[in-house]
């Protein structure tokens, strides 16, 4: 609800310092004003999007030196920036329709805020207004007799009370085309005059979004008494009881002088014409003829706005677009809405209280009051606590002087960046798939009429995958070279899947990150909501080691070097600012549908300008780094295994369970503990390979099979860990984490839900404390402890729990494990934080 403060609540503010870039902007902002920016800053980059030579500190600038008037400083910022598209002289028209149709719908919004605004302050500048007024003026004004008008037609309908209904029904329908009242006119006009706080604006903002809200009263006209100039000059200064009949008809003749556009200029507000036509359609029904007049010069006014014209169809689309909601009205509409849920499922949450002892076998003793019918219970078992010894041991050490070192590694990028068939060529090149079954995939593909595809359908098997053409699930695949043996694991590009992305990735040590070097493809895949950038961010973040980025599709940029360079430019920048250093990075140029500098394949004529290694052998240099173990490496730690998924088969209840030896080793014969559901299995046999053969032992960093023997399939699910026994593993409800929060939209509060990630788990989350802001390169270092709200780019110390209170997550800290002791938080589709668990609530 606005509050207008007088000059005394004015702040007057020293000059603003020079920023460098945003994020030296945000933090200068106090925490009002931060709020206000990100609530407003999306909206702005919107509505720029046309515009060129805009940048996220010029906006943001605009909008706190217009003291966060949002269309002030819009207006502002159009000025100076350049539309991208000089349009015809007509197309220029519509769009400048398009943004009166816009500005009325704002407008109206604004007048709709104010309303609803009762508060004392608003009334005694309501009453300053009229002073002014009377005293400025002191001649009659249109908004005058328009409530002498209301007035007496209101004395009229409580004396006709059969034409209650049709008043009602014309205010509503007003009501609904949001129509701007007059006390948004008074608004509008003592705006340049009166400073309205921070903290008013911030209420406004948050009291736009409130249900209540929404809920708008009728105008109080009679409330907004003469704040206009006269446009018509009349004796009637003050609003008498009048017949509205003759009301009626000076207001019709007092529009016909404002139809033509010389006259326009009289009129101040556009938010008039709706209240007055709001006003004049309220009328009882036997005014039908005079309403149509009225309807007619309604439209009438709107061609005022067309600059020289008055095209019909430029003229209906304005007509069309006033009664239509204009796109930001859908756009904030679904913000309210999500944000209106947001608060619902908060709200429930923090009321909800369910005891032990009221669940029994997952459902409540009263389903009716059961909160979350859907919400999933874990079975618990008895685990055991006395291990058992490998069925036939095996020479660590002599194991490991044999074995060639070994690497997982993801395979990430935007959607249709080339990852799959980059995979496809892969092991193909190095023969880990024949050519019987490339020839068998190529016939398929053709069939389908997706030839382009055969390679990627190497590693994208199923029939959704292959008819959508896009990678769905994480799959997983083997291959060897003469010095290392490697586990691909090819993750879904599109948006929808970065859940499925997430998991991949934090199963592997390092990243393939494949790029589509073909013109425009990187810059749509790594500006705006491209893939690029997140998946980046998320292998930093879930601890993968070294990223070999697959300059991909150079057959589409005619193997131009000027292309690789200026894309490797702008991926360095991003990499730099986002602490991952070059000594962690190899580039790559290559192509997965020829095969140059996939294996071994020559690059065409004329790439002299690269001859570093292939991608394989990029592979097998960071393979050569990484993969090598000692003894000590594998025997000091316990085995721990992150699953990834998990398949039932047979008769014996036989469970194989795939994923990644995180630390310590397993040999067939061992009991292994998984959690959450704490139950204890032994060991049948280790898998391995795409064939999945047996294999003796697996160690510390291996993606392997686990067949298990009676295990209860339905109680294991991707994310779980599992543990030899004896070495027990957490599942937390609530824990704490040194938290690192990317591009927000809107601030972190307490209570800001968002689903967490911790490996293949996902749980819907909310911060619970937030505990203090802490320097970003030591993140112990504490800047600030009383913490409100996180913005953007911020390291800080949180709280975080669990909203379904039956759900926990298998946890180990950081300190424990760099790997699994990592999170990652998403909200409305997009990563807003990655964290370190410091600390698990048991
Ligand atoms: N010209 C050219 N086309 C390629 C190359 N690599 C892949 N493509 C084509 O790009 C399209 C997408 O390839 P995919 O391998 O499915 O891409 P993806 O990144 O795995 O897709 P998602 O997993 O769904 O994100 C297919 O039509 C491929 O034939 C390449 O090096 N050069």
Redesign the pocket.
């Known amino acids: 609800m606005p509050t207008y403060y007088g000059d005394d609540d004015i702040d007057y503010e020293e000059e603003t310092p020079e920023f460098r870039d945003e994020h030296e902007f945000d933090d200068y902002l106090n925490d009002e004003e931060y709020e206000l920016i990100s609530e407003m800053f999306p909206r702005a980059k919107n509505e720029l999007a046309e515009y060129q030579g805009w940048n996220n500190l010029s906006v943001k600038l605009a909008l706190f030196d217009h003291n966060f008037d949002y269309d002030e400083a819009i207006i502002d910022l159009k000025r100076t920036y350049k539309k991208k598209k000089q349009t015809e002289e007509f197309e220029g028209k519509i769009s400048l329709l398009e943004q009166l149709a816009r500005r009325k719908v704002l407008s109206t919004k604004t007048s709709e805020q104010s309303r609803i605004s009762n508060s004392p302050k608003a009334t005694s500048l309501l009453d300053s207004l009229r002073k002014n007024t009377s005293e400025n003026s002191g001649r009659g004004s249109l908004s005058g007799r328009l409530s002498a008008l209301k007035e007496s037609r209101s004395r009229m309908a409580s004396k006709c009370p059969s034409d209650e209904t049709s008043k009602n029904k014309f205010d509503n329908r007003m009501t609904a085309k949001k129509s701007p009242s007059l006390s948004s006119i008074l608004e509008r006009r003592t705006k340049s005059n009166t400073s309205q706080s921070l903290s008013s604006k911030l209420a406004a903002l948050k009291g736009n979004r409130s249900k209540n809200d929404r809920q708008i009263p009728e105008p109080k006209v009679e409330k907004s008494v003469n704040s206009q100039p006269s446009m018509v000059p009349t004796k009637d200064s003050h609003a008498e009881p009048v017949d509205p009949r003759i009301a009626f008809e000076k207001l019709r003749s007092s529009l016909c002088h404002i139809s033509s556009p010389k006259s326009y200029h009289h009129l101040n507000s556009d938010s008039e014409h709706s209240e007055i036509t709001a006003i004049a359609l309220s009328q009882p029904t036997n005014n039908d003829q005079k309403i149509k007049n009225i309807k007619r010069r309604y439209d009438e006014i709107f061609t005022v706005y067309f600059p020289n014209t008055n095209l019909p169809a430029a003229k209906k689309r304005v007509i069309e677009n006033f009664n239509n909601p204009s796109p930001d009205d859908v756009v904030l509409d679904a913000q309210n809405k999500a944000f209106e849920a947001v608060e619902d499922v908060t709200k429930n949450v923090a009321t909800l209280s369910v005891t032990e002892d009221s669940i029994k076998d997952g459902r409540t003793e009263n389903e009716d009051e059961k909160p979350f019918d859907d919400e999933p219970i874990i079975r618990t078992y008895k685990k055991a606590n006395i291990p058992t010894k490998p069925k036939n041991p095996i020479d660590l050490e002599k194991y490991l002087s044999d074995k060639k070192p070994h690497l997982n590694f993801v395979v990430l990028?935007h959607?249709?960046?080339?990852?799959?068939?980059?995979m496809g060529r892969l092991l193909y090149d190095v023969g880990a798939v024949d050519n019987k079954l490339i020839r068998k995939l190529q016939r398929e593909s053709d069939v389908a009429g997706k030839s382009?595809?055969h390679l990627?359908w190497v590693m994208d098997q199923t029939p959704e995958e292959r008819s959508r053409?896009?990678?769905v699930d994480v799959c997983t695949s083997d291959f060897e070279t003469e010095a290392s043996t490697f586990t691909i694991i090819d993750a879904?590009?599109?948006r929808d899947f970065v859940p499925n992305a997430i998991a991949g990735v934090s199963q592997a040590d390092v990243a393939v990150l494949?790029i589509d070097c073909g013109p425009d493809a990187f810059e749509s895949g790594f500006n705006l909501d491209g893939q690029t950038k997140e998946h980046a961010l998320l292998a930093r973040s879930l601890g993968v080691r070294h990223i070999i980025i697959a300059m991909?599709?150079m057959?589409?940029a005619d193997w131009y070097e000027g292309r690789f360079r200026d894309i490797q430019w702008e991926l360095r920048n991003f990499f730099q600012d986002i602490g991952i250093e070059e000594d962690k990075l190899s580039w790559v140029p290559c192509?997965?549908?020829?095969g140059e500098g996939v294996y071994k394949k020559e690059y065409s004529i004329g790439v002299t300008w690269y001859n570093g290694p292939s991608l394989v052998g990029s592979l097998e240099v960071v393979a050569q780094k990484l993969g090598k173990l000692n003894v000590k490496d594998v025997s000091n730690s316990p085995f721990v295994f992150s699953i990834l998924d998990a398949a039932a088969s047979g008769k014996n209840k036989d469970v194989t369970i795939s994923g990644r030896v995180e630390s310590g080793s397993i040999q067939a014969g061992e009991t292994i503990t998984i959690y959450p559901s704490e139950q204890s299995v032994i060991v049948e046999s280790v898998l391995c390979g795409n064939d999945q053969h047996p294999t003796p032992i697996a160690i510390k960093g291996d993606f392997v099979g686990l067949k298990l023997r009676n295990a209860h399939y339905e109680d294991i699910q991707g994310g779980d860990l599992a543990a030899v026994v004896g070495f027990d593993i957490p599942s937390a409800q609530e824990f704490t984490v040194k938290l690192l929060t990317f591009q927000l939209d809107r601030p972190l509060l307490p209570g800001t839900p968002f689903i967490l990630f911790r490996g293949a788990c996902e749980q819907p989350a909310r911060i619970k404390k937030l505990h203090s802001i802490v320097d970003k390169a030591t993140m112990t270092k504490i800047l600030k402890s009383k913490v409100k709200h996180l913005g953007s780019q911020k390291a800080a110390i949180v709280e975080l729990e669990l909203t379904e209170k039956k759900r926990r997550i298998p946890m180990l800290t950081f300190s424990l494990s760099k790997h699994l002791g990592r999170v990652v938080l998403r909200k409305e589709g997009r990563t807003i934080a990655a964290g370190l668990v410091e600390t698990i609530e048991l």
């Open positions: 990028g959607v249709d960046a080339g990852k799959s068939t980059l382009s595809f990627a053409g896009v990678t879904p590009g599109h494949s991909n599709k057959d589409t192509s997965g549908l020829s």
